[in-house]
């Protein structure tokens, strides 16, 4: 089982360049989620989705947007890259039921650098 | 605003010195909280979910604990394999799936 697959695992990107990272699970979990690591501030929420078809902004969603067209695929783009989205970027998962909500699985991350 | 503080920002152990992290929270009406795990250059493994203070959750030689403020995450004689980033987080309910994230702990335990 692979669980979360992220795509890809490190990319160095141009300034105003336009880049999409790839995020896909196969255990059917309803949620799913993009957040960013950075040194000193931690776990930020980018983009969620409850379920298929939905979509909600979190914490740090300038700069960024998602879709979810169907259960397995959240795709995370970067309309104009620019070096402050220079991040380790997690996606993750979960069931999105009762006593497995907060019950996280994540991807390995993306690394992006924007020079 | 849900905010989540964990401190130390970094502790030190060596083998077998048990010791605790903690994770302070403010969050409007807490439905769950959360430990994981996060070794260098991966993502972050769920450890544990408490709901309501007073619960306690165990682990091989982790144990965590709640109160309204506040859940420790206790190590019980550590390895150097536990040595890792422990992260806390909470979900206030409701239909949004959102958890906010502390800032972790980073233990390092030495043999």
């Known amino acids: 089982i692979a669980g979360i697959t992220q795509a890809p695992t490190s990319q160095i990107l141009a300034a105003g360049r336009r880049m999409t990272l790839r995020c896909t699970q196969d255990?059917?979990?309803?949620?799913m989620y993009w957040y960013r690591q950075d040194l000193g501030l931690g776990l930020r929420l980018i983009h969620y989705?409850?379920?298929?078809?939905?979509?909600g902004k979190g914490e740090v969603p300038d700069g960024y947007s998602v879709s979810r067209a169907n259960t397995d695929d959240f795709p995370l783009t970067l309309a104009s890259a620019v070096p402050s989205q220079t991040s380790v970027y997690f996606c993750?998962?979960?069931?999105?039921?009762?006593?497995?909500?907060?019950?996280?699985?994540f991807g390995e991350g993306s690394r992006l650098t924007v020079l | 605003e849900d905010q989540v503080t964990q401190s130390p920002e970094a502790l030190r152990l060596q083998e077998g010195e048990s010791s605790s992290l903690n994770c302070s929270y403010t969050v409007s009406g807490l439905r769950g909280l959360f430990w994981y795990r996060q070794d260098p250059g991966k993502g972050p493994e769920f450890l544990f979910t408490l709901y309501s203070a007073g619960e306690e959750k165990e682990k091989e030689r982790l144990k965590a604990t709640l109160t309204k403020k506040e859940s420790f995450l206790h190590i019980t004689a550590p390895k150097p394999e536990d040595s890792a980033t422990y992260l806390c987080?909470?979900?206030?309910?409701?239909?949004?799936?959102?958890?906010?994230f502390g800032k972790g702990t980073l233990l390092t335990v030495n043999p």
């Open positions: 993750a998962s979960s069931p999105g039921q009762g006593s497995r909500t907060g019950e996280l699985f």
């Open positions: 989705s409850n379920t298929a078809g939905t979509t």
């Open positions: 255990m059917r979990h309803n949620a």
């Open positions: 987080a909470v979900w206030p309910g409701g239909s949004n799936y959102k958890l906010t």
